[in-house]
Nanobody, 128 residues
Framework: QVHLVESGGGLVQAGGSLRLSCAAS????????MAWFRQAPGKEREVVAA????????YYASSVKGRFAISKGNAKNTVLLQMNSLSPEDTAVYSC?????????????????????WGQGTQVTVSS
């Protein structure tokens, strides 16, 4: 069992920035990919950004490309999401996810079923 803990959410004005962090509590597993998803009220969960752990290849939703950046944290199995130029449309609960089940080459960045464990989520609210 892998537990993911997110932090860094909050309230910010439009145009502002936030940085989210997600850390896995256990360390004895293989990490194939980590991702950030978000879900706004009344909407489906959608991928925001993802990173393949073996080569740092990343993926971004078109709506955040150029504004958000996903990266590995300094601590093992930690992923960061730097969010800039935030708009009210970015308001949502942001959750991180991890793939630990073995796979030859991870490519399904945007699929929710590609990830094995999820965090509880952190609220991001952007005021206009």
């Amino acid at each position: 069992q892998v537990h993911l803990v997110e932090s860094g959410g909050g309230l910010v004005q439009a145009g502002g920035s936030l940085r989210l962090s997600c850390a896995a509590s256990e360390r004895t597993f293989n990490n194939y990919a980590m991702a950030w998803f978000r879900q706004a009220p009344g909407k489906e969960r959608e991928v925001v950004a993802a990173i393949r752990w073996s080569d740092d290849n990343n993926y971004y939703a078109s709506s955040v490309k150029g504004r958000f950046a996903i990266s590995k944290g300094n601590a093992k199995n930690t992923v960061l999401l730097q969010m800039n130029s935030l708009s009210p449309e970015d308001t949502a609960v942001y959750s991180c996810a991890i793939r630990v089940v073995a796979i030859n080459y991870f490519t399904t960045f945007s699929s929710t079923i590609a990830y094995d464990y999820w965090g509880q989520g952190t609220q991001v609210t952007v005021s206009s």
